[in-house]
């Protein structure tokens, strides 16, 4: 093989190579951060667990939450991180707290850390109730894959149960361990 043969070659296969990489490195990944001021690095860390699993994104982008709800909260972060590299939602932590009654801290006192983790996930149970996700009515109806599996179904319904009986706040949060469990799954 001659030498210009073999330099053809060579720039062939460096061009077989650059191309691909070059339109990789072209599409747009969300790689923003969120600052950790204040101690809301466990916000910080269950929201973007959230927006690193595909199917939770592909939902929000293609749903329209009420006006004022946590889903709608949520939906804006998700907008406002894939075009910026670094943001500080202090505020927004601040009306997320104020929606749960304060259930967690966002502001470098002693709280709870996991309940956010469980206001998150009864507020999307609740979003659900509302018609955003696929209730299992909807999922016989259309025959298409349902974004709940049958146990989280049950877990709701019996959360949903639970409030309407009142059942007493120790009683639901022993099982949040359990809860964490069979929600969390569903967004990966």
């Known amino acids: 093989m001659s030498k210009r043969k073999t330099l053809f070659c060579i720039v062939f296969l460096i061009l077989l190579f650059l191309i691909p990489m070059y339109l990789l490195r072209r599409q747009r990944t969300v790689m923003c951060g969120l600052k950790n001021h204040h101690n809301v690095c466990y916000i ?8 690193s699993c595909e199917s939770f994104t592909t939902m929000l982008e293609s749903i329209e939450p009420e006006n004022g709800s946590v889903m709608y909260y949520i939906q804006n972060l ?24 304060f259930l967690f801290k966002y502001d470098n006192k002693p709280g709870f850390t996991e309940n956010f983790l469980e206001f998150i996930t009864i507020n999307l149970d609740e979003e659900k109730v509302k018609g955003i996700f696929l209730d299992e009515e909807n999922f016989r109806k259309t ?46």
């Open 143 to 188: 025959k298409t894959s349902c974004f709940f599996s049958k146990n989280q179904h049950g877990m709701l319904s019996w959360y949903q149960k639970s409030m309407q009986t009142q059942t007493p706040i120790w009683i639901r949060f022993e099982i949040l361990w359990k809860k964490t469990i069979l929600h969390f799954p569903r967004y990966l």
């Open 78 to 101: 998700w907008n406002d991180m894939k075009n910026n590299t670094l943001l500080n939602r202090l505020g927004l932590y601040r009306r997320l707290a104020s929606m749960s009654n």
């Open 44 to 51: 910080n860390a269950v929201l973007q667990s959230l927006f």
